[in-house]
């Protein structure tokens, strides 16, 4: 055997289109783990908790779940930018309608945002998701953030363990960390501090595990309960 034949033989075939990468660099991080993470939690809801409090004070179990059904439905049509209904409807005009099938409508809608995000060409230019349009790089990270922080707060409304992987907390926690001066010397806070992208950054301690940094970035008490 010649060396051009071995060197052709030793060639790893190229990933299929939508398979998880061996390693994703961190400016396009793999959605796969957190929306795993998510759908593992879905038979762990029982019908009884529909109705429940979630650490969104405007949402019940089945508020939070039909935002889920529609930010997934968003962001894969942003990644593969399919732009109409799906991307261009602000979830902020209507309250969110979970559908009759999602027991199977949203573990599959995850497993394609996953993969969507997985086609190189989804990071590059720009797309639109909640009626707004911004650079798809941008959008992939907020489409994680949004899994995974939603992740907790079905999690905590259904009584559920949650652990989310180390680079898809690294990523969330770079996005929600305030980026603006926002003390009186004109330098940022630290975190625990000053006001994140959705309002007011609850503080942790200086030892709190990653999650619970994460979970006070995004505006929410890290020891949240569904009881009184």
């Known amino acids: 055997m010649n060396d051009s034949a071995m060197n052709t033989s030793a060639q790893a075939p190229d990933p299929a289109p939508g398979s998880a990468p061996a390693s994703?660099?961190?400016?396009?991080?793999?959605?796969?783990?957190?929306?795993?993470?998510?759908?593992?939690?879905?038979p762990g809801?029982?019908?009884?908790?529909?109705?429940?409090?979630?650490?969104?004070?405007?949402?019940?179990?089945?508020?939070?779940l039909g935002h889920l059904h529609g930010l997934s439905?968003?962001?894969?049509?942003?990644a593969r930018k399919d732009l109409g209904p799906n991307?261009?409807?602000?979830?902020?005009?209507?309250?969110?309608?979970?559908?009759?099938?999602?027991?199977?409508?949203?573990p599959a809608l995850l497993t394609d945002l996953a993969a969507a995000w997985r086609v190189p060409d989804a990071w590059d230019?720009?797309?639109?998701?909640?009626?707004?349009?911004?650079?798809?790089?941008?959008?992939?990270?907020?489409?994680?953030?949004?899994?995974?922080?939603?992740?907790w707060d079905l999690a905590r409304a259904t009584d559920?363990?949650?652990?989310?992987?180390?680079?898809?907390?690294a990523v969330s926690r770079a996005l929600l960390t305030p980026q603006e001066p926002d003390g009186p010397d004109g330098a940022s806070e630290p975190d625990g501090a000053g006001n994140g992208l959705f309002g007011p950054v609850v503080p942790v301690p200086d030892d709190a595990p990653e999650l619970d940094r994460v979970v006070g970035l995004s505006g929410r008490h890290p020891d949240w309960t569904p009881r009184p």
């Open 160 to 169: 559920q363990p949650y652990a989310p992987d180390p680079a898809s907390l």
């Open 125 to 151: 230019g720009m797309t639109q998701a909640g009626g707004v349009t911004f650079p798809a790089s941008d959008a992939g990270m907020v489409a994680l953030n949004e899994l995974l922080v939603h992740g």
């Open 24 to 42: 994703a660099p961190p400016d396009r991080p793999d959605l796969g783990p957190v929306a795993e993470g998510v759908a593992r939690l879905l």
């Open 73 to 78: 439905a968003a962001f894969r049509d942003a």
């Open 87 to 106: 991307t261009s409807t602000d979830p902020g005009s209507h309250r969110p309608v979970l559908p009759a099938d999602w027991r199977t409508s949203l």
């Open 45 to 64: 809801v029982p019908d009884e908790r529909l109705d429940g409090p979630t650490p969104c004070p405007e949402y019940a179990v089945r508020d939070l």
